[in-house]
Structures are given as C-alpha cells and as structure tokens.
C-alpha cells in the first residue's frame, strides 16, 4: 500500500510520527507533504521524516486562507501525479490534501479533536471518506458538517497515543540553560500577533507581566516572528531560537500555561499541572477534562503560583499510553468500507 500524509502545523508532525513509523514496520510505502509554517519542517527534520516542502502559510484573512487553499491544493494535486498513484491520503485537519485527493479521487481520512473549526470541517469532513475523532466529542456535534455515518472514534487523548514511547530527556534542559532545581514555566502565545500592548488588558499579557516581573524560570514558545520580536524586546523570557524536545520541556516543567490545545493536552498527559488561556469556544476534550480536574482554566492572573511540584517528570503513576496501533487502523478505515 503506498500512503500520502499531509503535515500542515507543528503538531500534525506530533500526531502522524508514530502512523508512519507503523505503516513503515508493517511494510507499506509512506510519503510525506508539508507546509511551510511554525515549527513543521523543523520538527519533521528533528524527528528524520523525510518529506517535500510544499507551500506555506497565507495569513489569518478568510480571502487569503481561502486563496492559500486553492494554491496549495493544486501544487499537491500536481505532486501527487508526479509522486502517486496512491491507495491512500491522510490529514490532521489538512484542508488541502482532503480538497487534492478529492479531485484526485484517493480515498482519505482526517482526523481531528477540536469540534469548533466549523470552516475547515465544512470542507474535510464533507470529502474524507472517513472522520477520525476522540470519543468525547458527541457524534451530533459533527452532524452539521455531514460527519455522522463516517466517524472513527477513539479512546482517550491524541496525545496519549503518540506520547505512548515517550521518555522525558533532561537534555533540554541544558540546552535551554535552565536550572532544574528552581520551578520551570512553559507558556505558549494565543494566535494572536501582539502580546504586549495589551498587558493590562487582557489575562494572558497579565500573566505574561506577572512571571517577568517575578523574575520566574519561564520558557515562552512564541508563534509568530511578530511574538518573538516583542517577547526579546522586553526582556525576562526564556526563548528557544529552534525547534526544541517541548515534550520533554513540558514533562520536566513545574507548570505549562497555554493558548494551545495541543501543549495542554500533552501536560495532561504527562501529568504536568496545566492552565489553559484559549479564549474560543471550549471543546468537548477539554470540557471533559476540566471537569475530571485535569486541566484548569485561566481566568485570573492571581491563581498562578510559581512552585516547584512534587511529582517525579513525566513518571505519573496513573500515565496513559495507548498502541498508536490501534489510531492507526483507524486513519486506514477507508481502505475496508
């Protein structure tokens, strides 16, 4: 079997390194796509997946997300005849190879865990063939993309599969010069450009203000070249100029505060106390997970307590880690319709 994946943002790389290395083991012939945007094509180099860098990022204009779509498709339709045929294509929410093996005609599935992201599920849960999503997201919150007789639901966190063969290394700890005997933060940035003209006026810039000024051991992992510019500008951060091990950062660190929900998953599952800034709609992953008290939601800069916690990194003794295996055979559920 020959299997196209599509990375599109830093975290797919995350999802999909344990898809191919399975599809790898079992003998299946895999390629790889990816967009130029964050920490993609740095992380697939971290990792050694070999890949083709196709397109980059437009900007956040509904105009310009929809030309960057029409681009980036055609260049992947255009690959894909070069590279193909294929029996199969997968996504972690990638509009753009779900629109090209459409056109195509390559049976695919995408998969994703936030319900929300009501444009790009419009468009992939309509073409993929099969929708791969965690069980906590009630079925009839996907009956309005036409989701509902594809699903593939799995058990637990995303996280909690690729995480499975995961070990902390104190590495990055040296590298980022940071001095594990003192509490360590990690906050990743809102998707928002500016951070800093708001510090009084938002939760997030308060926080921020509050951890510089208290001279905390933070670790901020901007998003942008405009975040990191002002983070340098003013001073008091900690901030990696590459991609780094973040796993293991957020395993070794004493608190992860993020906008992200990717980085406050993988806390959870690595039992690392975690505040969640992300000011959207709540998801059903994340409306469960504050209600069994794992996660904690971010709404006053004061519940923030700088402290080093008890817990050995990473070694959580109730740690879920679930065969990428079985993520797998779902992502390949088109192939047995």
Known sequence: MRVWIDLTNSPHVLVMRPVIDVLRADGHEVQVTARDFAQTLALCERFGIEHTPIGHHRGGRLAAKGLGLVQRSGALVRWARRSGPFDLALGHGSNDVTVAAALLRIPCSTTF??????????????LAQAVVVPQAIPPQRLARYGATKKLQRYAGLKEEYYLADFEPDAAVLDELRLDPAQ?????????AV???????HDTFGAVLAKLRDEGAQAVVLPRTPEQRAELSAAGGFTIPERAIDAQSLIAYADLVISAGGTMNREAVALGTPV??????????????????????????????VVAKRAAQPGAAADRIRRDPRDFTRLLCAPLSA
């Not at 500016?194 to 009084?200: A, G, P, V």
């Open 194 to 200: 500016s951070l800093y003209h708001r510090f009084e």
């Open 183 to 191: 509490p360590i933060v990690v906050v990743r940035t809102p998707p």
């Open 113 to 126: 865990d936030y319900e929300w992201a009501t444009v790009q599920h419009t468009v992939n849960c309509r």
């Open 275 to 304: 505040f969640s800034s992300f000011e959207g709609r709540l998801g059903a992953v994340d409306e469960q997970l504050i209600a069994e008290g794992r996660l904690r939601l971010l709404r006053d800069p004061s519940d923030v």
